[in-house]
């Protein structure tokens, strides 16, 4: 299963972002698929996963939203409100049923200015 990211970049405190995130390949029963981010230094940590549930981190709850196009394997995350300390790289992660797969993102750079 391959991944394809896009969407992140620069921008200043407060403004907005989009990731997208298509799955392909020999794609089996997707039981999850959800944002990951890791910033310098610091351990890589769940952002916000869409399976049975949808959970977010503390840290983002009202400001980020993840949704799916099912139809198109394709996860996104719509990032508003922006923060310095959302700063990081994020990684797309979808997991099959059963733990068939797992497969990670490149990663996309988010940077967010003050």
């Known amino acids: 299963v391959q991944l394809a990211e896009s969407g992140g970049g620069l921008v200043q405190a407060g403004g907005s972002l989009r990731l997208s995130c298509a799955a392909s390949g020999n794609i089996f029963s997707i039981a999850s698929m959800g944002w990951y981010r890791q910033a310098p230094g610091k351990q890589r940590e769940l952002v916000a996963v869409?399976?049975?549930?949808?959970n977010y981190a503390d840290s983002v709850k009202g400001r980020f939203t993840i949704s799916r196009d099912n139809a198109k394997n394709t996860v996104y995350l719509q990032m508003n409100s922006l923060k310095p300390e959302d700063t990081a790289v994020y990684y797309c992660?979808?997991?099959?049923?059963?733990?068939?797969?797992?497969?990670w993102g490149q990663g996309t750079q988010v940077t967010v200015s003050s």
């Open positions: 869409s399976g049975g549930t949808t």
């Open positions: 992660n979808v997991q099959g049923v059963a733990g068939i797969f797992v497969s």
